[in-house]
T-cell receptor
Framework: AQSVTQLGSHVSVSEGALVLLRCNYS??????LFWYVQYPNQGLQLLLK??????LVKGINGFEAEFKKSETSFHLTKPSAHMSDAAEYFC???????????FGAGTRLTVKP | NAGVTQTPKFRVLKTGQSMTLLCAQD?????MYWYRQDPGMGLRLIHY???????AKGEVPDGYNVSRLKKQNFLLGLESAAPSQTSVYFC?????????????FGEGSRLTVL
């Protein structure tokens, strides 16, 4: 079985500040890890993903995440927050031999001017 | 450029009524999924399908039924709606191969059960 835990249901940062959203996973097989973003009244869009290879992955809109096996973590970062980054972010885990994907509870990011 | 389309987008039901949510995808994806989204709980998997004519249970299947008679469509049914089924429902799909796992989502269907 696989699961993810997102630390912090709400994160607030000032515009231009570092964004750090935390995700820890549990998986009995090598994981595939994802970050999705959801804007109000919309579906989820893929930000970035890790499957194999390089552990630092870059996504859209300047976001990146690092897979750390020893820490079972996949934290999402962005050096400088923009007002348009305000949204809800979901971490998710799957695996090469799994048919489903499991999501965390989500973190709502607020960006203050 | 439709992608994943869900209908209806909004629905209000009374307790005990039945309804069906339709998901259609035009990307020739083999795998399709139904999730529900509730505040503070993220997305929870209801049922999924790995191909036409096959379905499987997810984390929270009770009170729901599904059918995949055609590859492009995945139906979610509520036989006797309950207030606990008030939620936003998302359909998603992906390719079987290569299995990079990425899901493509519809825009959601908001269901209220009174």
């Amino acid at each position: 079985a696989q699961s993810v835990t997102q630390l912090g249901s709400h994160v607030s940062v000032s515009e231009g500040a570092l964004v750090l959203l935390r995700c820890n996973y549990s998986s009995s097989v090598p994981p595939y890890l994802f970050w999705y973003v959801q804007y109000p009244n919309q579906g989820l869009q893929l930000l970035l993903k890790y499957t194999t290879g390089a552990t630092l992955v870059k996504g859209i809109n300047g976001f990146e995440a690092e897979f750390k096996k020893s820490e079972t973590s996949f934290h999402l970062t962005k050096p400088s927050a923009h007002m348009s980054d305000a949204a809800e972010y979901f971490c998710a885990v799957s695996g090469w031999n799994n048919n489903d994907m499991r999501f965390g509870a989500g973190t709502r990011l607020t960006v203050k001017p | 450029n439709a992608g994943v389309t869900q209908t209806p987008k909004f629905r209000v039901l009374k307790t005990g009524q039945s309804m069906t949510l339709l998901c259609a995808q035009d990307m020739n994806h083999e795998y399709m999924y139904w999730y529900r989204q509730d505040p503070g709980m993220g997305l929870r998997l209801i049922h999924y399908s790995v191909g036409e004519g096959t379905t499987a249970k997810g984390e929270v299947p009770d009170g729901y039924n599904v059918s995949r008679l055609k590859k492009q469509n995945f139906l979610l049914g509520l036989e006797s709606a309950a207030p606990s089924q008030t939620s936003v429902y998302f359909c998603a799909s992906r390719l079987r191969s290569p299995n990079t796992g990425e899901l493509f989502f519809g825009e959601g269907s908001r269901l209220t059960v009174l």
